[in-house]
């Protein structure tokens, strides 16, 4: 059947689409931006009808109403990554989090605990009848290819990105068309601290690296120090709008790099308006699988690849816990280890973990003699390479225990470096000098 006729049949009311997702059903939301809200909304409007559904999602963005109070006994949240939508739900007990790498989730839902219906958000079909996922290839691709069912929202906003990205109408159980603006990420407020954390993270950047950078006000003040440098590539989980301004400006051209060259790599995109239309239909970008992007194995074949992510505690022997304020799960591991793996893979890479020295306005100190009591280690003192903050750099890889916290201690913030040298002299009966 031509395509056409079969996408025409399969356009249908977001209330007769969501009549495809049946109680006890296992259910995987598209992600980040491209999250489909037009279908959750109509599905938790017309919650009666199911029992049992379980919502799995990694970042919740917009609302996440299906895990209101209210919705207990119809839906339960399976986080993957807990956010500011997500976590209520997971702190008071509607909803659960699941450990898990970025790298790994798509396996998750095809195979280890495959998954009933996928539903997502997608570009009108092309000319040949194939949509593109757009900003969020992810996990969502994958599984939407595995999956029995798949409800997609046609959103014509929705970049056209490519790579890997498509599904012909074929895959596609049913269609909801609905157009809305593609959701947006505010640019961070980049402040001092951050602006000291960026100049030093940069330091560590040579001209023709490749680099992965997290999302938020520190990515971002990095991006602010690279503009002498040259030929630097991405190979990233993610991008936002400051790798844009790098790219035009022709830093960021790819040219060195040994995989993919002359294009950047990315699984999903977060952003404004600017960035979706940089991306639309824009060969120089490239978007896969995240079980293909994440995999530390293909970080790895990158040679000089740099991964900059974040924490909210280190601890004296390099311990990194990015994920939980300690029995409080706030967010998740995201692409963390895949990259800081990927980095030590790396001929040449090298994996930073930047933060700002202190927390709570400067009450609590991110270096700590301990991790909090119930906090997770998300990057392991056996992986951990270089920690900056706003007072400097330590590289604590092939360091003892001794000169690890020491290198910790002088990137500390001077209010809480006398506590934390006491400690040293306590753990290691001997003078810190
Ligand atoms: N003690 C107590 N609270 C702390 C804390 C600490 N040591 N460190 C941070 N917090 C609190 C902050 O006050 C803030 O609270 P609020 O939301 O109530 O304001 C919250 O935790 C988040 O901290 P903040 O420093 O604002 O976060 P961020 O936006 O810089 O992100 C991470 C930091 C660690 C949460 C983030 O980088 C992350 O999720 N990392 C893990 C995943 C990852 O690396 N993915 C790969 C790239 S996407």
């Known amino acids: 059947m031509e395509w056409q006729k079969l996408y025409k049949e399969k356009c249908m009311s977001v209330e007769k689409a969501i009549q495809f997702i049946h109680s006890n059903d296992r259910v995987a939301l598209g992600q980040a931006v491209g ?3 037009a279908i959750t ?9 199911y029992e049992n559904v379980e919502i799995i999602q990694m970042v919740s963005m917009g609302n996440a109403k299906f895990s209101e109070p209210g919705t207990e006994g119809h839906f339960k949240l399976n986080s993957l990554f807990v956010g500011a939508q997500s976590k209520p739900a997971v702190k008071e007990g509607r909803g659960d989090f699941t450990p898990c790498s970025f790298s790994e989730i798509p396996n998750y839902l095809t195979e280890l605990h ?5 539903i997502l958000q997608v570009s009108p079909p092309d000319k040949h009848g194939y949509v593109s996922c757009g900003v969020s290839v992810d996990y969502t691709l994958p599984a939407a290819r595995a999956a029995k069912t798949v409800i997609a929202q046609v959103n014509k906003n929705m970049p056209r990105t490519l790579g890997d990205t498509t599904l012909h109408v074929s895959e596609i159980t049913a269609f909801v068309e609905i157009d809305h603006p593609v959701l947006e990420l505010a640019l961070p407020k980049i402040g001092e601290v951050e ?3 960026g100049e030093h993270c940069a330091e560590l950047i040579k001209d023709g690296d490749t680099l992965q950078l997290g999302i938020g006000a520190i990515p971002d003040a990095v991006l602010l120090f690279l503009k002498e440098k040259k030929d630097l590539g991405i190979h990233s989980e993610m991008i936002s709008d400051g790798v844009v301004e790098l790219i035009e400006s022709g830093v960021i051209t790819n040219a060195r790099k040994n995989l993919h060259p002359g294009k950047s790599v990315v699984t999903f995109l977060m952003g404004t308006k600017r960035l979706y239309d940089y991306v639309d239909d824009n060969p120089s970008l490239a978007m896969y699988p995240v079980d293909y992007v994440n995999n530390p194995y293909v970080v790895g074949q990158n040679d000089n690849l740099v991964s900059i992510n974040s924490c909210v505690q280190v601890d004296l022997m390099g311990q990194v816990a990015s994920e939980s304020v300690g029995y409080t799960q706030i967010s998740g591991i995201g692409g963390q280890v895949d990259f800081v793996q990927g980095a030590r893979i790396s001929k040449g890479g090298r994996s930073i973990i930047a933060i700002g020295s ?7 100190s991110k270096i700590v003699p301990l991790l909090d009591e119930g906090a ?9 390479d270089y920690i900056v903050t706003e007072y400097g750099i330590a590289h604590l890889r092939g360091k003892t225990l001794k000169e690890r916290a020491k290198a910790l201690i002088q990137i500390a913030h001077p209010d809480f470096q006398d506590g934390l040298k006491a400690e040293y002299e306590k753990r290691f009966h001997c003078r810190y000098e």
Do not use: F
């Open 114 to 118: 495959p998954v009933d219906v996928v």
């Open 41 to 49: 909304d109509a599905m938790v409007a017309h919650k009666e009808d």
């Open 35 to 37: 999250v489909p809200l």
């Open 376 to 384: 997770a280690v998300t990057t392991s003192r056996t992986q951990v």
């Open 195 to 197: 602006k000291a954390i």
């Open 358 to 364: 202190t927390a709570a306005k400067g009450k609590i």
